[in-house]
């Protein structure tokens, strides 16, 4: 955990009775909750049905996945996933795993930008970066790993497919560092790669870990440990890999500064594991080092000051989403504890509209299956049915006034209009608008004169065919889009009346006043000529 005594004045505790006290704690202690973020096909999806299968969540690898046939699939109430074969959902997916209570965080892994991906991660106390050992970083796990970064969340790594030709290792370790300016501290060692894999050094345990080729990663694989200096591993992965492990290691025990967790913590540091999550090789050994290392739910800032986990009762809402599955056609707001204990049926307040509610229909979600939650620690992402007064950054407490002051929040960067194929659906299109852009899939800037249909905002492309997509399969409704040559939007600020007076003709679904622009030359222009107001990125009274 983060300590508390650092930003500043902290939240009072409430005295609650000493078992109540000690048995959240313990929850707290044990909870983990943590993203995997990756460059599409790196292996995240593999990575987590492997992780599940040693939680025991599933029975089979393999139902996690969009490919998997006859399984229910976790996503499969969307045909654009499947079509393209993406996760665009964001859900929470929970195991057991040595005592230890993990919550998954999916994030959807393609090319595309999304805000959804980026609240995701301010749900996650820790991340996973897992890497293709043939490619080393990419382009979207250098994004994702910003956005870590920028939060100041651990990051650890696992190199993937060892069981193909892979770079360097010393070189991927290297590009790593320099790409993503983050230290990296191996704590296993690969033994040769590709057809000649054998197995992982534990730099750590000092033992080996064989990897035997098992049918398709069906199974768990079986594990043998030796002494690196046993001869018989001489015999076992041959004279030459041997002879180079045993100078790797040397090399590594020499030049590599130990691992410094405190590091890890601040995100300065990340511990790197090899293995092949496809062959079920590494994962096991990884999760167990993972629960021992990553964090567990720290306090977080709010405007009442730090709130430490053990205060109590407050959640945020970092996602929302209409539509789940076609049995449960409601809105979910997904909320992350984050101080206290959750019951259901608790009365809270709703921080940012003063509104008293009562959350008692609160679930988990797990493929197509919903499960009441009857409570809930720090940590724990609950799926709450939302009436339509949640939005994304929202509070709910059983302090009245919490609020997060820092919730990410995003400037689109692309912007389309569209048109309505069929004028007599313009009802339906209007709902699937507003409860499209309330959860956030896209933003809405309407023209003032109304005569026009209005703009969307995005911070990447894919999030406009994914709302084409979801007004079709959800509303009923076929839209055409047009992106536009616009590039900004900025907020207008200052005195009222000048700002009145301003020529305008946009506003955003709260009915501020914005201005889209083409590039920076025309909102400096802009700015030049109008000197008394403000153009900002974001609205001022967030
Ligand atoms: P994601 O896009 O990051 O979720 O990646 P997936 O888990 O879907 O994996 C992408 C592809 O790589 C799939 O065809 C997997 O079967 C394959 N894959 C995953 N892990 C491994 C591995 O350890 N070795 C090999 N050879 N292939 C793997």
Not at 21 to 27: M, S, Y
Not at 28 to 56: M, N
Not at 148 to 162: A, Q
Not at 478 to 496: K, P
Request: hydrophobic letters at 40%; aromatic letters at 8%; one cysteine or more.
């Amino acid at each position: 955990a983060r300590p508390v005594e650092e930003a500043g004045s902290a939240v009072q505790v409430p005295a609650l009775p000493i078992q109540e006290r000690v048995q959240l704690a313990h929850e707290i202690a044990r909870r983990r909750t943590f993203a995997i973020i990756s460059h599409p096909d790196a292996g995240k999806t593999t990575i987590t049905e492997k992780l599940l299968l040693y939680g025991g969540a599933i029975q089979q690898a393999g139902s996690v996945t969009a490919h998997a046939g006859t399984a229910h699939t976790k996503s499969d109430w969307m045909s654009i996933e499947q079509q393209r074969g993406i996760s665009i959902s964001s859900s929470a997916l929970t195991f057991e795993f040595a005592g230890r209570h993990i919550n998954l965080l999916d994030t959807p892994g393609h090319q595309d930008f999304s805000e959804d991906t980026y609240r995701t991660l301010a749900a996650a106390d820790s991340a996973l970066m897992v890497l293709d050992a043939a490619r080393g970083v990419q382009a979207q796990t250098e994004k994702l790993f910003a956005v870590c970064k920028n939060r100041g969340i651990p990051i650890l790594t696992f190199v993937n497919k060892l069981d193909r030709p892979a770079q360097d290792i010393f070189e991927l370790l290297e590009g790593l560092e320099n790409t993503l300016g983050i230290t990296a501290i191996p704590l296993t060692w690969p033994i040769g790669d590709g057809p000649d894999f054998k197995g992982v050094y534990d730099l750590v345990a000092k033992q080996v870990l064989l990897f035997e080729r098992v049918a398709r990663g069906k199974s768990r694989a079986p594990v043998s440990v030796k002494s690196v200096d046993d001869p018989e591993l001489g015999a076992l992965v041959g004279a030459a890999l041997h002879a180079k492990l045993q100078e790797d290691v040397a090399l590594i025990e020499g030049a590599m500064p130990p691992f410094d967790h405190a590091a890890f913590l601040a995100g300065e540091l990340t511990p790197v594991f090899f293995g092949s999550a496809m062959n079920n090789f590494g994962i096991e050994h990884f999760l167990s080092t993972f629960v021992e290392l990553a964090p567990a739910p720290g306090a977080v800032k709010t405007t009442l000051g730090v709130r430490p986990p053990e205060a109590g009762f407050t959640g945020f809402i970092f996602k929302l989403q209409a539509n789940m599955s076609r049995n449960h056609r409601d809105r979910t707001a997904f909320m992350r504890v984050a101080s206290g204990h959750f019951v259901r049926g608790m009365d809270v307040t709703h921080t940012r509209t003063g509104r008293k509610l009562r959350l008692s229909q609160a679930h988990t979600l797990f493929a197509q299956e919903r499960e009441k939650v009857e409570d809930a620690y720090p940590g724990d992402i609950v799926g709450l049915v939302n009436p339509g007064v949640f939005r994304i950054g929202d509070v709910v407490s059983v302090d009245a006034k919490v609020q997060l002051p820092d919730f990410p929040r995003f400037t689109p960067e692309v912007f389309a209009t569209m048109s309505l194929r069929d004028v007599t659906k313009r009802k339906a299109f209007q709902k699937g608008l507003d409860q499209l852009s309330e959860e956030g899939v896209v933003q809405v800037f309407y023209p003032t004169d109304g005569a026009r249909d209005p703009y969307l905002g995005a911070v990447g492309p894919l999030q406009f065919e994914v709302f084409q997509a979801r007004l079709q399969e959800e509303y009923g409704v076929e839209i055409e889009m047009h992106i536009t040559s616009y590039s900004l939007v900025r907020w207008l600020a200052g005195d009222d009346s000048q700002v009145a007076r301003f020529a305008r003709s946009v506003e955003d679904d709260q009915g501020r006043p914005v201005m889209l622009f083409r590039s920076n030359f025309d909102l400096q222009y802009t700015q030049d000529q109008n000197p008394e107001i403000e153009f900002l990125p974001l609205p001022k009274d967030l």
